[in-house]
């Protein structure tokens, strides 16, 4: 019974993912963000293929796009979630340029952005979690993100800095005061 076996290990990973992700945002003062983070990947487009490639050590989303090229859920999911940089992807207005282009994303949703990142390190790492891991996936990525927008792409990468060489309580800190300028 693999699908049963899945259907637990994949709602209990992206559960725990949600709970993790709504602890780190409160820290940081994004309560609401925290209590709506991935509420998407319960719905039927995002959960049922989450079940069906389900692996327990990485994205689904991953394998998905292995066997079939493409993950709906996953079109789905950062279509409807604003701290995914790929939600802010836009063709130019520039008419020399006819690219799609990285926008800038607001503060809070970089801020979500980081908590999403260490939520999913702590995760898929487990106990082998360090503080520099999502840096690490963050650098190992950077050449697959040309569009994600520079100064996003600057301020994630100096929080995530600030994690991996100072810990959570100064990675938290920094948001709070110098991303959101909350006290």
């Avoid at 006819?98 to 800038?104: F, H, I, P, R, T």
């Avoid at 301020?155 to 005061?177: C, K, N, P, S, W």
């Amino acid at each position: 019974m693999r699908i049963f076996k899945n259907l637990k290990g994949h709602f209990s990973t992206i559960t725990h993912h949600k709970m993790l992700v709504m602890k780190t945002c409160f820290k940081v003062g994004l309560y609401k963000q925290g209590l709506l983070h991935d509420l998407s990947k319960y719905t039927p487009i995002e959960f049922i293929p989450g079940v069906i490639y389900y692996q327990g050590d990485r994205s689904p989303i991953n394998r998905e796009k292995e066997l079939k090229t493409c993950s709906r859920g996953w079109l789905h999911h950062k279509g409807r979630n604003l701290h995914h940089f790929e939600y802010w992807i836009d063709y130019s207005i520039n008419p020399t340029g006819g690219k799609l282009v990285g926008m800038k994303m607001p503060k809070k949703y970089v801020a979500e952005m980081f908590c999403d990142r260490l939520a999913a390190s702590k995760v898929y790492r487990g106990q082998d979690f360090q503080p520099g891991d999502p840096y690490q996936f963050f650098q190992y990525g950077k050449k697959k993100r040309l569009l994600m927008h520079p100064a996003t792409s600057e301020l994630l990468e100096t929080i995530l800095i600030v994690l991996r060489d100072q810990g959570e309580d100064a990675a938290f800190d920094y948001v709070r005061r110098e991303v959101l300028g909350k006290k």
